[in-house]
């Protein structure tokens, strides 16, 4: 399946920043929108501004942290757009502090939503990809996973690092399938997560959202986004030894 014809995607952590961003992208191209995220008044909103463009919108109440729920939600929501072409896993934090200084739980607040939520979103898109025998899957993981990053994003970047390594494995698994899997390293993008970061290297929101969508669309298996100046970053931060790409985080 192409892209052209993926037309019904589900996004998590949709009512801001990137996973927002990318549903006004999908929207305006008119296809069908599943929308999850905690804070429904905000998701009901957006909804509401997407509806005109989007041929169809479905929303539903997501806490990523709460898994027992998540293959309920996302069953609901195919069964709501018949059936998934794309899954989007999108929500997460940003939360952390210096391991070690007495504020373990924003760590594992942190590892908690980014990893074993995702997991818990990747377990429920994939038995739905699984049942209907095709479906593309999208992890937005960070620049961060690539090498680990000190004291307070210590705890984000080994959560990406995991999320990334299962987009591997299952890249693997479903080789030559009608299952795609992607996964995405966005650098510096200004949403809420970023916020109070200052670096010459941010990439403003709509164009980060637009590499974004582009990289999806293509159905790229790895992707620094935006391309410039992440994919030289990256490859950078994969290849040269630690005594000098420690001088890069």
Known sequence: MSATTRQKILITGASSGLGEGMARRFAADGRSLALCARRT???????????????????????????DSVPGVFTSLAEQLDGLDRVIVNAGLGKGAPIGTGKAAANIETVQTNLVGALAQIEAALEIFRAQDHGHLVLISSMSAIRGLPKSQAAYSASKAGLSALGQGLQAEFAKSPITVSVLLPGYIETDINRGVKTAMMTNTDTG???MVAAI?????WAPV??????????????LPSEISRRLV
């Open 217 to 221: 669309e293509k159905e790229s298996s």
């Open 209 to 211: 959202v637009d590499a």
């Open 41 to 67: 008044d905000r998701l009901d909103a957006l909804a509401d501004e997407l509806r005109p463009t989007a041929r169809r919108v479905a929303t539903a109440r997501l806490d990523v942290t709460d898994t």
């Open 226 to 239: 935006p391309r410039w100046p992440w994919w030289p970053i990256a490859t950078a931060l994969r290849y």
